[in-house]
């Protein structure tokens, strides 16, 4: 960990799901005069999120720099070759972190980051955190600190607590950010050198409602968040730099890719045999059997807990459903997939139950590409999705998902094996566009500059020459060196490069409960 510049700090505001034309159009009508000066005065322009554009995988490669092959992520989570998953956490992170790299850090609510990590500083896990006990924060006394001090502060907020009554969300959603800006201001007057604090809120908001006048009711409180980050960023003489991991936009349809694998025979489900064949003919469906515990009163989250893990997987794959895991024949199937949108060949040197010999493989994906570019919407005859290979994605990790299915603007890829290929998204209004903001504001941004190109593998580069820290040799992204005015000393001196080790300590909490967490991600249609 180098010292660099240690008279330069940098601010990192991140704001999950936040899309640049909708913001700039609300900043140039006058309603967020926060954002407004950062995108008149600042440097201000669109960021380009991962493939797939996602939470898990995006918030790593800002931290990091580098891409998901090189991270570990693609998912929140990770496949097995028995074709189960876990939940992915930051001990799966095997990249460095930008607060590994500067000290001392404050860091908090990052998703991804649970456990906390012995960093130079202070850690607040964010996302995929199952609760505030063990590894939700490095120290770990400042857990009771903010127990005690900022009592109404929670990790997140599960939408599917609103879907029956979504007018009350947003009050809600209002309520954790006035706890969360308290924190962060709080923690904006000790020592640090990176300040790296997120806001997912609008994430979670505009997947539930996507709404003109509540949405903008919803920014100007983040305008108002990003008011006193600009004043602390001034007070210290810091660069401060605004980011989202993806942009937002509202769906229409659902689409179920493993339903086009298997109309075309890439994919079998498993027959109706024996016990499954039994409850398929009385119409006992997994959504049948939890929509009648939730109606009776009986906590499906809580009874998951209590049960060993052998027991729920073996319940789930005796009961027919439309769960990739468990209602698939993978001895019979060639590609699923998985998680949002990635994709992976069942190729015998993956998978337990692999069919597909690896001289196949690319073959397959030619196949696959031209089946899956084919589909369109019968109500307009439109292409709703977009395939990417996965070798040129994550050149460098040969367990990558093999394709990326993304949709179309209006579109949302599901990973359940439904009995249509398209569906009513019902409550889920919204959901993640590939291009997420990038703004910049301090001694060193030059008045009105544009990033060109930007993504978010750039923002760590870019952080850490605007501190006078080395670029890490591994980085996939660049220091956005058209932002930094003339004179300035990041556009005078030279990028440079250095190796980086993982410097945190690690903790045994990755090895908790997450059923929570799985909820969560289900509430936000991340899982099915």
Not at 77 to 105: A, C, F, I, Q
Not at 355 to 371: G, M, N, Q, S, W
Not at 478 to 500: G, I, N, Q, W
Request: hydrophobic share 40%.
């Amino acid at each position: 960990m180098s010292e660099g510049d240690a008279t330069r700090r940098a601010l990192v505001l991140g704001l999950d799901g936040v899309p640049f034309e909708r913001l700039r159009a609300w900043a140039a009508a006058g309603e967020l005069p926060n954002f407004a000066a950062l995108i008149e005065d600042g440097a201000a322009g669109p960021l380009a999120s991962t493939k797939p554009a996602n939470t898990a995988l995006a918030w790593p490669s800002i931290a990091t720099g580098v891409r998901p092959d090189k991270h570990g992520i693609y998912a929140f989570y990770k496949l097995g070759t028995n074709y189960r998953h876990r939940v992915n956490t930051g001990e799966d992170v095997v990249h460095p972190s930008l607060w590994e790299m500067v000290s001392p850090s404050t860091v908090v609510n990052v998703p991804m980051t649970y456990p906390a990590s012995a960093i130079d500083g202070k850690m607040v896990t964010g996302m995929m955190t199952p609760d505030r006990g063990e590894g939700f924060t490095h120290p770990p006394d400042l857990a009771a600190t903010i127990e005690s001090r900022f009592p109404d502060y929670e990790i997140g907020l599960d939408w599917n607590e609103y879907r029956d009554r979504p007018e009350e969300f947003p009050d809600a959603l209002a309520s954790l950010v006035t706890a969360r800006r308290e924190l962060m201001n709080d923690l904006l007057d000790e020592d640090w050198r990176l300040f790296f604090f997120v806001y997912t809120a609008p994430d979670r908001l505009q997947h539930l409602l996507w709404d003109e006048e509540i949405l903008l009711e919803h920014y100007k409180q983040l305008d108002a968040v990003l008011g006193d980050a600009r004043e602390a960023a001034a007070d210290h003489d810091a660069n401060l730099f605004v980011v989202s991991d993806h942009g937002f936009g509202p769906i229409t349809k659902n689409v179920h890719v493993n339903r086009v694998l298997a109309d075309a025979g890439y994919l079998t489900p498993k027959d109706d045999t024996g016990t499954r064949s039994t409850l398929s003919r009385i119409g006992l469906t997994k959504e049948r059997v939890l929509g009648t515990l939730e109606r009776v009163g009986i906590d499906t989250n809580e009874l998951a807990k209590r049960l060993p893990r052998a027991l729920v997987d073996r319940l789930a794959a005796g009961i027919p459903g439309e769960n990739v895991r468990y209602d698939v024949a993978y001895d019979e199937t060639t590609a699923f997939v998985h998680a949002q949108g990635t994709l992976y060949i069942n190729d015998t040197e993956r998978f337990e139950q692999g069919i597909v010999p690896p001289h196949r493989v690319a073959a397959l994906k030619a196949e696959l590409t031209d089946t899956l570019t084919r589909v369109r919407d019968p109500d307009t005859g439109e292409r709703v999705l977009d395939v990417h290979d996965g070798d040129e994605l994550f050149p460098t990790d040969d367990a990558a998902p093999d394709l990326v299915v993304e949709p179309r603007e209006g579109y949302y890829v599901k990973p359940a094996l439904s009995e249509t290929v398209f569906s009513d998204p019902g409550s889920h209004a919204a959901d993640h566009r590939p291009e997420g903001i990038f703004l910049a504001e301090g001694p060193d941004i030059a008045a009105g500059a544009t990033p060109s190109d930007a993504s978010v593998f750039d923002v760590a580069p870019t952080v850490l020459h605007s501190m006078g820290e080395p670029v890490p040799a591994t980085a996939d992204g660049r220091a956005l060196d058209e932002l930094f005015a003339p004179d300035s000393p990041p556009a005078e001196r030279p990028v440079t490069s250095a190796d980086y080790a993982r410097s945190g300590g690690e903790s045994s909490a990755a090895e908790g409960d997450f059923s929570d967490v799985e909820e969560r991600l289900r509430g936000l249609g991340y899982v099915e």
